[in-house]
């Protein structure tokens, strides 16, 4: 929906699934990043293409992916990341407690933080020094610090999927501790908002919607109209 709402407005678009549709793998595990790699590389050919502008949205786990991209290309102008991630988590669902890639690239498992685990232990204290210093050394963990691409994070205080507000700050902080002068992350929490607040301003939430994803009704669909502005915005801007 997002993308055919982009595209009515003018961009150039790509809706891309990368499971459970079609050939894809059913579930989310070891989907290779070079599917991803594939599809800029397409796109960059349309003829309507202007290939020096190329933005990446993605939103939960496609946040992992999104941001993971601007760590290996240097061709993409602009990255979304929407109730973002700060690492490469686990495949879903999780088997017999075994922890299995979700992400492969050069044929070589991305080794996966495991969030949920982390989520666990730390999401009733959100004490962000703490949660820093417990992945200091963890292995999955983005390298935001990487990307020169302008970065987008919206996130929600009131997330029930996972803790956004916490890992965009991470990434923020990240990208801060390791570049000290560099300014390439804008950042925007919604507080009383969930998981579910982007997208189309027209299509609003019902309480069905929030009760699984956070936030309240009036606050996610008051947040659709406000984070669809500061997408449009952050895709214009130079």
């Known amino acids: 929906m997002i993308a055919k709402r982009l595209s009515e407005d003018g961009y150039l678009c790509m809706a891309l699934a990368y499971f459970n549709f079609e050939d894809l793998p059913l579930k989310l595990n070891r989907i ?12 960059k050919t349309h003829k309507n293409s202007i290939s020096e502008k190329i933005s990446i949205i993605g939103i939960s786990r496609g946040s992992e992916s999104a941001l993971f991209l601007g760590t290996i290309r240097n061709d993409i102008n602009k ?34 933080y495991n969030y949920f685990y982390w989520d666990q232990i730390t999401n009733k204290e959100n004490k962000i020094i703490r949660i820093e210093n417990l992945i200091k050394n963890a292995e999955g963990i983005i ?33 801060m501790r390791i570049n000290k002068i560099k300014n390439n992350i804008e950042i925007y929490n919604y507080e009383n908002s969930g998981h579910f607040a982007y997208g189309i301003p027209e299509i609003q939430l019902t309480q069905d919607d929030v009760n699984i994803a956070g936030g309240t009704v009036i606050d996610n669909n008051k947040s659709r109209k406000i984070i669809w502005n500061k997408l449009n915005a952050f895709l214009k801007s130079e």
């Open 32 to 43: 290779k990043i070079e599917y991803f790699l594939n599809a800029i590389d397409y796109l």
């Open 143 to 175: 390298p935001i610090e990487k990307i020169n691409s302008k970065i987008l994070l919206i996130s929600a205080g009131k997330d029930k999927l996972w803790n956004s507000k916490i890992m965009a700050k991470l990434i923020l902080r990240r990208n």
């Open 79 to 112: 990255i979304v990341a929407i109730m973002p991630s700060n690492s490469m988590n686990e495949a879903l669902p999780v088997k017999n407690n075994k922890l299995e890639p979700a992400w492969i690239y050069n044929n070589k498992d991305i080794t996966p």
